[in-house]
């Protein structure tokens, strides 16, 4: 069954260092989102991804975060400057098509900043 | 923007009895309800939704209702098994999966 995949699993970095997380999402959908859950709280929207542009994000995406979708696999989040509040684990995501439709997340990154 | 309410946090059962897990929202403009399984170490993964043009729905023994005018939207879990333990989610969308969520209600099923 296909499934989105990210890499790597666990990332530790140090406080203000920049971060990539990469994420290959499932081979024929065209929408991608990035999510991320503080340990022990709920899942929390940050950005969606449609035709090579962002199609939505939520107030949490301020201009530290980025994304990208270098080649025709790959969807990386770019944290420019880690703070400790953004240890968390993010969530890769993928929709075969937009408006409302099943969303594929992935296992996760778990992101430590120290 | 999108608040979304749910409870309880916790939810303990025996096996083979029910669980029902509430949620409410408060953007009328949301439409789509989806119902997410979160289990250890792994990634929400899609149970149930339901949009705002049906009040209900059902698939084997999961089932939700949505009551657009209250803003609610429940999920009913019945003759639960071990396996259905887990971490559960609901969440409203107004367009395109920007999904806001619930916090969660870890569900425990005793043999």
């Known amino acids: 069954e296909p499934e989105v995949t990210q890499t790597p699993s666990h990332q530790v970095t140090q406080m203000g260092q920049e971060v990539i997380l990469r994420c290959v999402p499932i081979?024929?959908?065209?929408?991608f989102y990035w999510y991320r859950q503080i340990l022990g709280q709920k899942v929390e929207f940050l950005v969606s991804?449609?035709?090579?542009?962002?199609?939505?994000k939520s107030e949490i995406f301020d201009d530290q975060f980025s994304v990208e979708r270098p080649d025709g696999s790959n969807f990386t989040l770019k944290i420019r400057s880690t703070k400790l509040e953004d240890s968390a684990m993010y969530f890769c995501?993928?929709?075969?098509?937009?408006?409302?439709?099943?969303?594929?997340f992935g296992q996760g990154t778990r992101l430590t900043v120290v | 923007g999108e608040n979304v309410e749910q409870h309880p946090s916790t939810l303990s059962v025996q096996e083979g009895d029910s669980a029902v897990i509430k949620c409410t929202y408060s953007d009328s403009a949301s439409n789509y309800f989806p119902w997410y399984k979160q289990e250890l170490g792994k990634g929400p993964q899609l149970i149930i939704d339901?949009?705002?043009?049906?009040g209900e729905k059902k698939d084997q023994r999961i089932a939700v209702t949505l009551n657009k005018t209250a803003k609610h939207f429940s999920l009913h879990i019945t003759e639960t098994q071990p396996e259905d333990s887990a971490v559960y989610f609901c969440?409203?969308?107004?367009?395109?999966?920007?999904?806001?969520f619930g916090a969660g209600t870890r569900l425990t099923v005793k043999p």
């Open positions: 081979s024929n959908h065209l929408y």
């Open positions: 969440a409203a969308s107004r367009i395109n999966n920007d999904m806001r």
């Open positions: 995501a993928s929709t075969a098509q937009g408006g409302n439709t099943e969303a594929f």
């Open positions: 991804f449609y035709n090579n542009e962002i199609s939505e």
């Open positions: 339901i949009r705002s043009n049906v």
